[in-house]
């Protein structure tokens, strides 16, 4: 019955391990997203300029 309860314990042990390393897994994606959703951001910020800038320099040509 201890062998038992011995497996049980490593078992309850090694799921706790899980657990703990999948919720700082978790953070870190978290974190890394947030990276990516900035760079996304400041890159359609420069795609916007560039097509301000485009526009213009269209606007000046004649035709």
Known sequence: MNAEFDALDGK??????LCQRLKSENKELRLQLVSAQNDVKRLEDKVDGAKTRLEALLRRIPE
């Open 12 to 17: 309850i042990d090694q799921f706790l391990e």
